[in-house]
């Protein structure tokens, strides 16, 4: 399969809110590289600024200060719209919380993404239903997400989010609320279809588990930075 890697790149990226009459800087002048493709995680304590991080990465917040770099693109400089479009096409997101819109089965929910880019439904519920085949859903492909378990409609969020390509994908707790046997399996899944598209996976986790699966473990610190654990990730235990 062809693959859609991209550097992400930030620099000098800050982030400030604020609070009542305070300013709160949550990341300060952070500069980083992921590597053009494979997995990391991001680790750290709750409330240290990860989420925060991850909606600068995918477009969904714009920094105070600094940039967000897919290749040569800076993403954070694009307006709402150009940054909607950007996401719509290079971007995967994956969450705790599925997100599924209810009304929709789950070959809806996740044909969705590429009916919005323009594709004909015929295509898309096509692209999706094989999709979905892959994630062991061909049975559930008509069912709406309230006629589906916790970890299958994980595996239907994680299809939505992979069937447009995307060139990164961005997964918050994506185990937060799964046991620990569809944990497992979900972070399989996650794996297999990185390698399969050959995309950066990125993310935000307190599955020990899970972070010791990726390529390389990050630690986000006290103002947003970024101390990298390579004794920690899966690269490191395979050389």
């Known amino acids: 399969m062809t693959s859609r890697s991209a550097r992400v790149e930030l620099r000098s990226l800050t982030k400030r809110y604020r609070d009542a009459d305070r300013e ?7 500069t980083f590289a992921f590597p053009e493709r494979g997995t990391v995680a991001i680790i750290g304590r709750s409330g240290i600024g990860k989420s925060t991080l991850m909606h600068l990465l995918g477009g969904l917040d714009i920094p105070t ?3 967000v ?9 694009l307006t709402p719209d150009q940054r909607a479009e950007f996401r719509a096409r290079n971007v995967g997101f994956i969450f705790q ?25 015929t295509e898309a519920h096509a692209e999706a239903k094989a999709l979905l085949v892959r994630m062991g859903l061909e049975s559930r492909t008509g069912h709406l997400p309230s006629q ?20 990164v994908v961005l997964a918050d707790e994506p185990t937060g609320n799964l046991d620990v046997k569809t944990a497992a399996e979900v972070q399989s899944l996650l794996l297999d279809m990185n390698r399969e598209l050959q995309n950066t996976l990125i993310v935000v986790t307190h599955n020990e588990e899970l972070a010791r699966s990726m390529d390389l473990v990050v630690e986000m610190m006290p103002g947003g ?9 899966r690269a490191a235990e395979d050389l």
């Open 24 to 30: 709160l800087t949550v990341i300060s002048d952070l």
């Open 65 to 67: 200060n600094g940039e």
């Open 69 to 77: 770099l897919y290749g040569d693109r800076v993403v954070s400089s």
């Open 97 to 121: 919380f599925h997100h599924l819109l209810p009304e929709f089965s789950a070959l809806e929910n996740v044909a969705m993404p590429l009916i919005m880019l323009g594709a004909s439904e």
């Open 148 to 167: 589906l378990s916790g970890g299958e409609q994980q595996r239907v969020a994680i299809a939505r989010a992979l069937v447009t390509k995307p060139r």
């Open 225 to 233: 930075a970024l101390l990298e654990h390579r004794e920690r990730g």
